[in-house]
């Protein structure tokens, strides 16, 4: 058969070199596959067309055959219109424009036979259809049965004859041209198993639907066929790990976890953090090595559960290191664990790129000579000579920062390959999680400590800053300190960095008596750290900043957080601003500033904010405001190529048994070694052309 993916747009009949120059750039269809799998966003039905003499009062979108007899411009200003007078024998019905009006009566000719679609209204005891949308009668009609795809396309390919209908009539002639039959993607015995149509079936109903049920059973086989390969994907690369890759087997519970846990540990556990433990401990004790997600809202504790990780490591005669994004936040999860240990015989070290020589001399053979038992710190952990002697448990805290190239480094820190949990407060929803991380097994923490104070949300305009200044007064006084967030966008960094240092001037000159402080991303790092200082220390009242403070400082006092511009932000993003107050005992607020103007999501995003504290719950909402559009990029890089059909907003339960029936086979032929599952090595590989570094990737 013919390889579609190799055949170029530009032999389909109807294409020539300036047409296919716009498909790449404006669809990125370079191939008749892209062609194929370019799907229509949306179908209307017009599985019938209705009579002007049946039309009533209380119509849906209906659809008329007949012929303009004349256009009419009336009223004046405002009311000025363009009227058609319509007629398909039964009556005489009036379609009206209120704009583009030139347009329209260049384009639509008298007497020609066409198709119009709209909602008829009553107006004056006739009917009428405001903006309706008209197309000729035309071949790939004939095919479409009742419903009518649309293709989305842009201005410049509508300025190239290339809207919807012409879409729609190149997949006529490249469909026709292959007899209406394209290659089957998955072994028969696979289809017959889940029951669902062929792809050949399932792309030609996708563009041409032969009725709804056919169309649905269509979309259901694209979709399934979109998220099975990327499971395939990504579970065979766990399996492939789990079963090449011995874990260092943890089997003792032994004298510092439980010391630690009946006679350090200053609270009990939340039963969340109690489960995760558990989740993580039988994966350690298994044999296999444990790539494990640990996600956990902002504050649910999931540095206690590091500890008790790493405890158990060292139980085993293993030593572990725990790996932070910036300084300030080794510095710091190096003092909590030094405070929690205290009086506990174990070794820590804190290792990162200002340790200084002397010191550092110090810590490497220390650690090499496994006298070092747990290690603290930055990237420097994998990018100096460090050597462990028993490296047994990895953990990233907050995992967006590090690159999957940082994290597989890890890996060569030992022979043994060592347990990896990788920790992370951005919330993902269920089917993202399943998509990007699906080949880590995934703990979740869902409680938060108990006695914490809900933070407060509030929203306000910026022609309103003196209120604000106000209460940020009241809280300083209270002896409490403030970040101020401002965004840095890619494209606008120019600007933004000029909002933050106007706005650092304004806040030196509001408040004089109090010291403020500033950082951003182009500060050197040292400059930058020593800022930071400054407010973590307390010596600064106020911290304006880029969103550099986005990940995990901690600083108990600081109780309010102003977002500049929050309508720039996305909702992950603002909640994880919010979670840097709220830590200590003392009411929190976060306080969203935004323009007056602003449009319908952005309202709601702001109102999803305010009302709700939970993470989970907020990145559902993302998922669902935004569709899984803003994803995408995520996912283009993280797997190969984004989603054309399915959607992980709504797609849940297809992705679900797409990952079950790719289990499924993969626990009969993990390495897809069976003549039949070759079909499915030649997709992945198609898919997948880029990557495939097996195992090597976590
Ligand atoms: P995060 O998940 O954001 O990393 P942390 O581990 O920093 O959260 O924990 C936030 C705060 O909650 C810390 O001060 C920690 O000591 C405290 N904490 C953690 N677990 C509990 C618990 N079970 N009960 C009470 N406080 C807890
Ligand atoms: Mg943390």
Wanted: aromatic share 10%; charged share 25%.
């Amino acid at each position: 058969m013919l390889d579609l993916d190799k055949r170029s747009i530009t032999y389909l009949a109807g294409v020539g070199p300036k047409k296919a120059d716009i498909l790449v750039k404006e669809a990125g269809i370079s191939s008749y596959e892209d062609l194929l799998y370019y799907f229509p966003y949306r179908y209307v039905d017009r599985s019938r067309f209705y009579k002007i003499a049946e039309i009533n009062g209380s119509m849906p979108y209906i659809q008329l055959k007949g012929r303009i007899l004349y256009f009419d411009t009336l009223g004046e200003g405002r009311t000025r219109r363009l009227v058609a007078r319509f007629t398909d024998g039964t009556g005489v019905i009036d379609l009206v424009w209120f704009k583009g009006i030139a347009f329209v009566k260049d384009k639509y000719v008298i007497n020609k036979e066409y198709i119009v679609f709209g909602k008829p209204t009553e107006f004056a005891n006739t009917y009428n259809i405001a903006h309706p949308e008209i197309d000729p009668m035309n071949q790939a009609d004939q095919v479409a049965g009742g419903l009518t795809p649309f293709y989305n396309t842009t201005e410049k390919m509508k300025k190239a004859f290339l809207n919807s209908k012409a879409i729609q009539n190149l997949q006529y002639t490249l469909l026709k041209s292959l007899n209406w039959d394209v290659a089957e993607t998955l072994p028969s015995y696979l289809l017959k198993r889940i029951g669902m149509m062929s792809l050949a079936e399932a792309i030609k109903n996708i563009h041409f639907p032969e009725s709804t049920e056919k169309l649905s059973a269509a979309q259901l086989r694209l979709k399934f066929d979109e998220l099975f390969f990327i499971q395939l994907n990504t579970l065979r690369t766990a399996t492939f790990r789990k079963r090449k890759l011995k874990g260092i087997v943890f089997p003792n519970v032994g004298e510092m976890f439980n010391t630690f846990y009946k006679n350090y540990l200053p609270f009990e556990l939340t039963g969340a953090q109690k489960r995760v433990v558990r989740e993580i401990r039988a994966d350690m004790g298994s044999g296999r090595q444990m790539n494990r997600l640990l996600q956990g809202d902002v504050g649910s504790g999931k540095t206690l559960v590091a500890l008790l990780a790493m405890l158990l490591a060292v139980d085993n005669k293993c030593q572990a290191c725990l790996m932070a994004p910036t300084e300030i936040l080794a510095n710091q999860h190096y003092a909590t664990i030094m405070e929690f240990l205290k009086g506990m015989p174990v070794e820590v070290a804190l290792l990162t790129g200002s340790t200084k020589k002397k010191e550092r001399n110090k810590i490497l053979p220390a650690i090499a000579a496994g006298e070092i038992q747990i290690v603290i710190g930055t990237h420097a952990l994998i990018e100096e000579t460090v050597v462990f002697s028993s490296l047994g448990l990895s953990i990233i805290d907050e995992q967006h920062r590090f690159g999957v190239e940082q994290r597989s480094r890890l890996w060569t820190k030992s022979d043994v390959i060592p347990h990896i949990l990788v920790m992370t407060a951005t919330p993902i929803p269920r089917t993202l999680a399943m998509t990007l991380y699906g080949d880590l097994d995934v703990s979740v923490i869902d409680e938060l400590p108990p006695g914490r104070k809900p933070i407060k949300t509030l929203h306000r305009y910026d022609n309103r800053k003196m209120q604000l200044y106000d209460f940020l007064r009241k809280e300083i006084e209270l002896g409490r300190q403030v970040y101020v967030v401002y965004p840095l966008i890619e494209g606008s960094e120019k600007l933004d960095y000029k909002n933050l240092e106007e706005g650092f001037d304004v806040f030196k000159e509001v408040f004089p008596e109090y010291k403020v402080c500033m950082v951003h991303g182009k500060m050197k790092a040292a400059d930058k750290e020593a800022e930071m200082q400054k407010f973590v220390s307390g010596e600064a009242n106020i911290l304006l900043a880029t969103t550099v403070i986005e990940v995990g400082v901690n600083v108990p006092n600081a109780s309010v957080m102003v977002i500049e511009s929050a309508e720039r932000f996305g909702l992950s993003q603002l909640h994880q601003l919010r979670g840097r107050v709220g830590r200590g005992a003392e009411q929190s607020y976060c306080v969203l500033v935004s323009s007056y103007k602003l449009s319908n999501d952005t309202r709601k995003r702001l109102e999803i904010m305010v009302n709700s504290n939970d993470g989970f719950e907020i990145a559902e909402a993302d998922l669902r405001l935004r569709g899984h559009g803003d994803l995408e990029g995520t996912l283009q890089s993280g797997e190969g190529g984004y989603l054309k059909i399915a959607n992980l907003a709504s797609d849940g339960q297809i992705l679900q048994y797409a990952r079950d029936i790719a289990n499924e086979l993969l626990d009969k032929d993990p390495d897809l070694e069976d003549d039949t599952h070759q079909i499915l090595n030649g997709r992945l590989r198609k898919i997948f052309r880029k990557k495939t570094n097996w195992g090597l990737i976590s």
